[in-house]
T-cell receptor
């Protein structure tokens, strides 16, 4: 069972560079989301999607774009990286309409912007 | 909007003792779910336990139990007979029914002392 797969695991960017964090899930989950984790701040929601073709902003969306062309994939794009985007990024998914179903997380991407 | 408060940034507990990790929440939604996750030093997010707001009994999963006091809006995690492998960050989270967005607290770092 692959679950939620995130790539890459580590990435170093220079300020102003762009990149895409990949996320794929094989559980046919409708809901997918991206979080960033910073020390002392817990996990904060960046963007989420409730199905293919539908995305919406979370708590900290600035500087990030997402798209959802298929149920399986939910990439996160940094258009022009900034040092403030240095963080650990988690992709997570869950089925819709099942309140007791937890989010399934990928293993995270550690991003450093210099 | 939901808010989760974890007031203990760090805790040290002797091995084999029980430990309670505090979590309070604020929401205007009448129905919601509460989740606890463990994040060991390796970084992955591990789901531990779920409590629904309408559940009559406190949730239990092995050595984990949830002390749910709805009127006080608290959902404390109790770990019985702590083990060295319990050393990790622990996050409390909640989401309203009908909304897949999960809101996290800032976490508690638990260290088990041999």
């Amino acid at each position: 069972n692959a679950g939620v797969t995130q790539t890459p695991k580590f990435q170093v960017l220079k300020t102003g560079q762009s990149m895409t964090l990949q996320c794929a899930q094989d559980m046919n989950h409708e809901y997918m989301s991206w979080y960033r984790q910073d020390p002392g701040m817990g996990l904060r929601l960046i963007h989420y999607s409730v199905g293919a073709g539908i995305t919406d902003q979370g708590e900290v969306p600035n500087g990030y774009n997402v798209s959802r062309s298929t149920t399986e994939d939910f990439p996160l794009r940094l258009l022009s990286a900034a040092p403030s985007q240095t963080s650990v990024y988690f992709c997570a998914s869950s089925p819709q309409g099942r309140p007791n179903s937890p989010l399934h997380f990928g293993n995270g991407t550690r991003l450093t912007v210099t | 909007a939901q808010k989760i408060t974890q007031t203990q940034p760090g805790m040290f507990v002797q091995e084999k003792e029980a430990v309670t990790l505090d979590c309070t929440y604020d929401t205007s939604d009448p129905s919601y779910g509460l989740f606890w996750y463990k994040q060991p030093s390796s970084g992955e997010m591990i789901f531990l336990i779920y409590q629904g707001s309408y559940d009559q009994q406190n949730a239990t999963e092995g050595r984990y139990s949830l002390n749910f006091q709805k009127a006080r809006k608290s959902a404390n995690l109790v770990i019985s007979a702590s083990q060295l492998g319990d050393s990790a960050m622990y996050f409390c989270a909640m989401r309203p029914f009908g909304n897949e967005k999960l809101t996290f607290g800032t976490g508690t770092r638990l260290t088990i002392i041999p």
